[in-house]
């Protein structure tokens, strides 16, 4: 596979400096123009629907994560309202291969409020986060991040519906 260069528009930048801010650690960056990605998601994740899934895995043959799987449910719905919530699993469903719940965003700043959220308020549970790019199989496995303990997926699911679309 072939990756772009993340430095491609850069080519005639000047170069950057190598000194250090007081703390002794951090580099100084020159002052420049906001990046995009504060307002909006880089191509190719798609916002024409959501732009990111979040979602939230639980054991539910244990009864004290599912217990705090319900309570950080209604949680997220009391604190996030704005965002795209869906049901409570209680079994496993599509590729997912344990129990769990789905949030939508939609922003690049709703997305970062609920990842910032979720590292500190997740308990237990793993969270699978992946774009939606139009591309279910590449969101589901070479894009998807993971807090906590990754799960397998089954992603003979995604590849029929890739083969399909």
């Given at each position: ?16 400096p190598?000194?250090?801010n007081?703390?002794?650690?951090s ?12 307002e ?10 959501n732009a990111f899934d ?6 539910q043959?244990?009864?004290?994560q ?5 309570e950080?449910h209604?949680?997220i719905r ?8 869906y049901?409570?699993?209680?079994r496993p469903i599509?590729?997912h291969?344990?129990?769990m719940?789905?949030?939508?965003t ?9 990842f910032?959220?979720?590292v ?6 793993s969270v ?9 199989f590449k969101d589901?496995?070479e ?8 799960w397998?997926i089954?992603?003979d699911?995604l ?7």
């Amino acid at each position: 596979m072939t990756w772009t260069s993340p430095l491609a528009g850069y080519e005639n930048a000047e170069p950057l400096p190598t000194t250090t801010n007081p703390d002794g650690k951090s580099l100084y960056n020159p002052p420049a123009p906001k990046s995009e990605a504060y307002e909006k998601f880089p191509a190719p994740i798609d916002m024409s629907n959501n732009a990111f899934d979040f979602h939230i895995y639980y054991m539910q043959t244990d009864p004290e994560q599912a217990k705090f799987a319900g309570e950080l449910h209604e949680r997220i719905r009391r604190e996030f309202p704005e965002l795209r919530i869906y049901k409570f699993w209680d079994r496993p469903i599509g590729p997912h291969p344990v129990a769990m719940f789905e949030v939508n965003t939609f922003t690049p700043l709703q997305t970062g409020t609920l990842f910032g959220w979720l590292v500190v308020n997740r308990g237990p549970c793993s969270v699978l986060i992946h774009p939606n790019t139009n591309d279910e199989f590449k969101d589901h496995t070479e894009l998807v991040s993971w807090m906590g303990t990754p799960w397998p997926i089954n992603t003979d699911v995604l590849n029929v519906k890739r083969l399909h679309h």
